[in-house]
C-alpha cells in the first residue's frame, strides 16, 4: 500500500510561484500514474493534472495550462506541481493520489480511478 504525502504548499501573493512535492512512501511510485487534484472551500475536488508512470504523457486541464506543470521522478519517489503566475482562484488544498495501471503511457483524469491519496496541502494566493 503506497503512502503519499504532499508538501510544499503556503501563502503567496498574486504572481508567485510554488512548487507542490508529492512523497510516496510504502511502494514504488512508478507502478502509478499521479494526478493532482485541488478542492477550494466548499466545493467539491476538482481533477488538476496526471502524468502516466514513465513521466511520457502529462495532461493538464485547459484552465491551468500554460501555468501549472506536472512531473515526476521515480528514482526519488516523487511527483511534482508546479505552478506559476499563481491567481486568488487557484487558492484550495491540493491533493496528489496513485493510480495502480499496468501501462506506462497512461494517465488517469478521472478522480475515481485513483487508489491512494494525500492528505492535501493548503495553497493560499493573496490578490
Known amino acids: 500500500q503506497v503512502q503519499l504525502v504532499e508538501s510544499g504548499g503556503g501563502l503567496v501573493q498574486a504572481g508567485g510561484s510554488l512548487r507542490l512535492s508529492c512523497a510516496a512512501s510504502g511502494g514504488t511510485l512508478s507502478s502509478y500514474a499521479v494526478g493532482w487534484f485541488r478542492q477550494a472551500p466548499g466545493q467539491g475536488r476538482v481533477f488538476v493534472a496526471t502524468?502516466?508512470?514513465?513521466?511520457?504523457?502529462?495532461f493538464v486541464v485547459p484552465s491551468r495550462e500554460g501555468r501549472f506543470t506536472i512531473s515526476r521522478d521515480n528514482a526519488k519517489n516523487m511527483a511534482y506541481l508546479q505552478m506559476n503566475n499563481l491567481k486568488p482562484e487557484d487558492t484550495a488544498v491540493y491533493y496528489c493520489a496513485a493510480d495502480y495501471v499496468s501501462s506506462s503511457t497512461v494517465a488517469q483524469t478521472i478522480e475515481t480511478y485513483y487508489d491512494y491519496w494525500g492528505q492535501g496541502t493548503q495553497v493560499t494566493v493573496s490578490s
Open positions: 502524468i502516466s508512470r514513465s513521466g511520457s504523457v502529462t
